[in-house]
Nanobody, 124 residues
Framework: QAQLVESGGGSVQAGGSLRLSCATSGYTSSDYCMGWFRQAPGKQREEVAR???????KYADSVKGRFTISQDNAKNTLYLQMNSLKPEDTAMYYCAADLTGGYCYRPPPSFPHRGQGTQVTVSS
């Protein structure tokens, strides 16, 4: 059974950095489309980034140049390096997987498998 467990969230000041991790089990994460999405209180889920099995990456415009998605195949772990954080980045961040295939045909908020989330709070 596929499991995803996020970690690395926390509270930082604007301009700071955080690195989120998503440990996966039950499948080989590098064989599938993986991604991150976030949800702030009262707002809809928002795609942050996705990566497919060929390493092709897509970022939301709001995080381009500041966030980096990557994965460690040996550890079956997905990462999200977040730099130059802004208060508007405050949200619950979720790791998600689309185990229907290796390419990304839909955004991460619609992926059927996700973790429990990790909170990121950025203060001004």
């Amino acid at each position: 059974q596929a499991q995803l467990v996020e970690s690395g969230g926390g509270s930082v000041q604007a301009g700071g950095s955080l690195r989120l991790s998503c440990a996966t089990s039950g499948y080989t994460s590098s064989d599938y489309c993986m991604g991150w999405f976030r949800q702030a209180p009262g707002k809809q889920r928002e795609e942050v980034a996705r990566i497919d099995k060929s390493g092709r990456i897509k970022y939301a415009d709001s995080v381009k140049g500041r966030f980096t998605i990557s994965q460690d195949n040996a550890k079956n772990t997905l990462y999200l390096q977040m730099n130059s954080l802004k208060p508007e980045d405050t949200a619950m961040y979720y790791c998600a997987a689309d185990l229907t295939g290796g390419y990304c045909y839909r955004p991460p908020p619609s992926f059927p498998h996700r973790g429990q989330g990790t909170q990121v709070t950025v203060s001004s």
